[in-house]
């Protein structure tokens, strides 16, 4: 069995796709910088200028404290979940490595 | 640290001149009597009729009071309503969540993560090396599964494989699949095509022939998605 690891050709497209899939009234997706390198989006600023060309709203979410992101973003590298949904069962008991430069 | 703190000025160059609401975790999230202030923001700010927050009436403990070994104890994982209906699950839930999936629960509608859609593992059958110079393989796939966060689904034979040695050493890969959804809203007509090259250079010639063998190669995809004429 060979396992590949997807990536999106065209983000702006599946999103549509997804959208439509989805009979739901409101549909939402969640952009981290670091989607923009792993998704080969150069035009950054044009790619979300033309999400809200096509009527998508952004809601920004921040969190002011550093160092609690930069731990949830260690757990999503290595535990490799990168969100839940309703109804999944989390796996929050994952541990993982915290590097600690100590020079 | 540093990357991260990058990023955030990134996210904020990029987001400085577009319109959009703004909510901070600390402020608008961590506390229980500020959550429903802000779904009503958030509600208002895409035009819907306000809601009630359905985690509002759940204890959740501040920020200053978790443990740092919370990270690798066991702690539910359910949702209201959908498991074991401890309070305590539910404020452990809440632990972990970071802003958006705080959202997603607020809501109950989907967040989606662009960069994952999930993956792929197919199995393959006999294969047909042809062509000269560059060496193309014509490899059948006979079946497979593809599981993600909101997609699973099996391979649909006939399916196949089309690969060529590049002169650096690398395949370049055109599978053509077809996935039948085990989601029943999906099942009708769904059809993924997907370009597939390897993600980096494949291994040494001499040890290429046992990662053939031993059917996997590290491949990145780059998935299609679209619905069946």
Redo the contacts between chains.
Sequence with gaps: MAAWTLLVTSPDALIRARAALFASRVYGFKLRPPHYSTQSIRAQKAFLSGLQAEGWRLVHLRRRNVLRVALSSLRREQTKIVHRTVGDESDESAPFDVPIDRS | ?AR??Q??R??EE??GA?????????DD?LREGTRQPALDR?FA??E?PSAPCPLGTFASRP?ASRRASA?????????PG?GPSASSTNR??L???????I???L??????????????????GTRAVVGNGRIRAIVQIVG?RFE???LKGAVIVPAGDRIINRPDGSYRLDGRLTLGTDDG??SSSPVVT???VP?QRTPPRSERRHWLRS???P????????RSP
Excluded at chain 2, 18 to 26: C, G, Q, S
């Design positions: 640290m991260i703190e990023e955030m990134t996210e990029l987001l577009l319109p959009l609401l703004r909510l901070t975790y600390e999230l958030v700010f895409l819907l920020v990270i690798t104890t066991r702690s539910g994982g359910h949702l959908r452990d839930y632990r972990f969540l970071c802003c958006s999936e959202i997603e629960a809501t109950g509608y989907p967040v989606v993560s662009i960069p994952y859609p999930g993956t792929l593992k197919v199995e393959s497979g993600g966060p909101r809203a999906l997907g370009l597939i993600e059917g996997w190669l491949l990145r995809a780059w998935l299609r998605l679209c």
